[in-house]
């Protein structure tokens, strides 16, 4: 059995979990509210404040959905209670990020700023000039966004400038050597 699908979830409290036919989840919980379709094979119940996933055979396909299917409920009630965010840092001279109502300007050393707009569900918050902080209840979409923020100038192996997510390590590389 699937040692991740096995483990129920714990269903806090302030937290309502309803499923509806179809496995279509609904989470309210204090930050908000998120709804997912999951795969209609998974048998979900609610039971005394858990919720239990089973699998209705082995066939492979059903294995692999199991703890999918379990984490994917997880991950919906802790981003309706704490919440995720994921943090960036811009690195280099001249490089820096400014916020104005929802939306972010970067100017990343380009002959133009890049500007992103927030999409819904999801802030940035700015720490100084060069802490991004991507907000939201959606792991999906904070992962996402903090993804296209990143890809504006990925961090380059020589000088470590561009955006980096704050535990990420940059591999450094070693320059040229002058000639002798």
Not at 25 to 46: C, F, H, N, S
Not at 72 to 98: C, D, F, P, Q, W
Not at 150 to 175: C, F, L, M, S, T
């Amino acid at each position: 059995m699937s040692r991740i699908g096995r483990m129920p979830v714990a269903v806090p409290a302030g937290v309502t979990v309803t499923i509806a036919e179809g496995n279509k989840v609904t989470v309210k919980g204090p930050k908000g509210t998120l709804e997912r379709e999951l795969p209609a094979e998974m048998l979900i119940e609610q039971k005394d404040g858990q919720i239990i996933v089973s699998r209705p055979n082995d066939l492979k396909r059903m294995k692999s959905l199991h703890g999918l299917t379990r984490t994917l409920v997880n991950n919906m009630i802790h981003g309706v209670t704490e919440g995720y965010e994921k943090v960036l840092e811009v690195n280099g001279v001249g490089y820096r990020a400014s916020k104005q109502g929802k939306k972010l300007t970067l100017n990343l050393g380009y002959s133009h700023p890049v500007e992103m707009e927030d999409p819904e569900g999801i802030e940035t918050v700015l720490d100084g000039q060069n802490k991004i902080t991507v907000k939201g209840i959606n792991k999906e979409k904070v992962g996402q966004y903090a993804a296209e923020i990143r890809d504006k100038r990925r961090p380059e192996p020589y000088k470590g400038k561009g955006i980096k997510y704050a535990d990420e390590v940059i591999r450094r590389k070693v320059g040229k050597t002058g000639k002798k």
